[in-house]
């Protein structure tokens, strides 16, 4: 940017004089900025200068006061290659303040970053619309009114293909019958000069040739002559080039025969008419299947039902769902989809809630539990408070992830737009040094000849396939992992799972059914078993942690009287320590006893409950060991199954946890896992992450705590359990809604099913045109007298596009890990076993 500009940025971060100070040095100080003005009150700095808006982004992050920036979705209209694709993202990055812009052909959108009072969404629009692709802006993110409008939308487009083309054969068959039947049949042939004269045949084939052109075929001139002149041709350029030559040729040769050597007197009216007949079908069928792509996500927005019954001035009525307001009161009879996500109030069923958890036993829900949106209510009624509604339920959100992991674009997406960038106006240039070359060196009739070449050079090499490679796999199998339970929350997660070498595992919640029990209790001398379980669970009664919920079960289960607590503190990775009735208790880890002090010199062995799989916490009461509790969390029946099915991917499997390393040890020898960590604490999860990353190769983490967040970030792939905290599941990459580990398999099948169907879609579109340019330019004609016809090479440019959308639907059949086996939605505390 060489002009000096002013621009007011939208600064965030900043609280007081000093960070204006500092905000303002920092602009300042960059080569090209003449003036710096900064305003606390607004949040806002003017910058004068000719420095690059995305520069002055850069320098405010660098100093720690990054400038608000926008993301908004686009709908692209009139992209029809990757050439499109290239055209309308660099227009949009031209835009003064744009930072980032991602289009994806086959979902037609574009997803542009901006920073705020820079750019503007109607700058966008306008960029792109005066590149030639009108844009409008998207539906609301994880409504999934986008996903239904191009739905709705791909189904008009594939209709008025259809019927174009219908057109465009039934005048098209005539012109074909005329031409084609007279050489392949001598016969008809001489009936058609005896009858009505060649002269007129040509004459009956350039009037509904023109028609053809003029009519079905009008958008390919519509849309293709204003890019060529703007410097940008695409695919429909480079069909107009190719039929407005066969047409021009031949009427030429109709009507001004003396302007063509008499050899050469021949026309071509049947090839033009072909590729346009052809290509509408190819587009027909490319508009059906592109609608069949986003099939997963049209079925998780059919989940949300249309209405709900709502408490409105004490009447039951029927609202729309989009005005169900959060606190509403909520009326679900037996059989019906749940609105909204909220609370129940009254009414007691059993609810279907497959679609979330993918267990396929239904939940008790009583007052007090919670429901989601879109689950199915069974023979039950139930009332219940609104908590969430709109883009905010968990339907909405679901819809959301995998629209953004359809929409990503993926590492190995660069590579076809590096080649793509330059491959239409190339194309343009081999077709003119394919015609001169005929021209020069070609048999008579050299005209004919150069102009069958250059046709079919223009014709066949259409980068459609190319364009929609990469974009259609990721569509489908975003949306087969998402009816699995997978969701993908970034799409790059998508290529980068299918090469990790190791898959590390919490267990707590994620190898272990995350509720455990309270199975064993020895006591200290000196201490009563019931007054230190009341105390405990007490202490435990501030926690979330599952062997809180466990211990403060087994003193319910007893009928004990649980004290009030004082003061409560958990110490993360070793326990908590709390103050109830006047006393100080301790529970957690040997590690924790230690380091308060305890004297653990008299402490009951732990060896033998580790032995047995059972996580040991010890107890201290006004600083004396008081007793050991044994805890038993069950292993995932699944889990087993997922682990042996990793070890046949030819994974490694880990297990990294905080737990005693003699029950990490017990449960990991049931488990056959290959690299066992045990006894560290959240920030040792990473540096247990390197060393197997060190070991092994590339890694993924799978867990649900928040004590995982660190971990989830750390690994090349995380991946959250859907049941455990949202800080873990906002952190990972990957999310799977059950709890079940053979959603890990299924998350590892789809991104190698859809990384392997990217890569042979790539092949073909690539090794497509590498093999048939060469043929249409006319490389065998010296060899075998081989010469594609210009109507051949449209049937084999629509059959690639075609191809490549039906490969990538293969990934809808992407079989799923083996049935989640049910597990029981109450499970009872198990009986303690006391040790004095």
Known sequence: MSDISSITLAVTGMSCASCVGRVQRALAAEPGVTLAEVNLATETARVTGTVPPARLAAVLSEAGYPARDAVVDLAIADMTCASCVGRV???????????????NLATETAQVRFIEGVATSADLIAASTTAGYPATINGGAGSGDATTDRAARKDAEAQDLQRRMTIA??????????????????????????????????????????????????????????????????????????????????????????????????????????????????????ARAKGRTGAAITRLIGLRP??????????VVSVDVADVAVGDLVHVRPGERLAVDGEVTSGASWVDESMISGEPAPVDKQAGATV?????????????????????????????????????????????????????????????????????????PTLAHALIAGVSVLIVACPCAMGLATPTSIMVGTGRAAELGVLFRRGDALQALQGVQVVALDKTGTLTAGRPELTDVVMADGFIQGEVLALVAAAESASEHPIASAIVRAAQAQELVIPEVLAFQSITGLGISATVAGRKVLVGADRLMIRECVDMTAAPSATALANRGRSPLYVAIDGQLAALFGVDDPVKPGTAVAIATLHDMGLQVAMITGDNAA??????????????????????????????????????FVGDGINDAPALASADVGIAIGTGTDVAIETADVVLMSGDLRAVVDALSVSRATMRNIRQNLFWAFGYNVALIPVAAGLLYPLNGTLLSPALAAGAMALSSVFVLTNALRLRRVPSAAPVIATPATPQPRPVTATA
């Not at 249309?306 to 009447?315: D, L, P, S």
């Open 89 to 103: 993202e660099r227009a949009l990055l031209a835009v003064p303040g744009v930072t980032a812009a991602s289009v």
């Open 169 to 286: 054969a039934v005048l098209t068959l005539p012109v074909f019958v005329t031409e084609m039947g007279g050489h392949v049949f001598p016969a008809m042939h001489h009936v058609i000069t005896n009858n009505i004269g060649m002269q007129t045949a040509w004459i009956i084939q350039f009037v509904l040739t023109t028609l053809v052109l003029a009519w079905p075929g009008r958008s390919f001139y519509s849309k293709g002559v204003p890019a060529l002149l703007r410097g940008a041709p695409d695919m429909n350029s480079l069909v107009a080039l190719g039929t407005a030559a066969a047409w021009s040729y031949s009427t030429v040769a109709t009507f001004a025969p003396t302007l063509l050597p008499p050899e050469g007197r021949a026309v071509y009216f049947e090839a033009a008419a072909v590729i346009v007949v052809l290509i509408l079908l190819g587009r027909t069928l490319e």
């Open 306 to 315: 249309k209405t709900a019954q709502v408490e409105r001035n004490g009447q």
């Open 372 to 444: 989601t949106g879109g689950t199915v209510n069974g023979t039950g009624a139930l009332v219940y408070r609104a908590t969430h509604v709109g883009a905010d339920t968990v339907l909405a959100r679901i819809v959301r992830m995998v629209e953004d992991a359809q929409s990503a674009r993926l590492p190995i997406q660069a590579l076809v737009d590096r080649i793509t960038l330059w491959f239409v106006p190339a194309v343009i240039a081999l077709a003119g040094l394919t015609i001169g070359v005929w021209m020069i060196w070609g048999p008579a």
């Open 663 to 700: 029950t990490a040890r017990a449960i990991g020898a049931v488990l056959s896992i290959d690299d066992i960590v045990a006894e560290v604490m959240p920030e040792g999860k990473v540096a247990a992450l390197d060393r197997l990353r060190s070991t092994y190769g590339a890694i993924a």
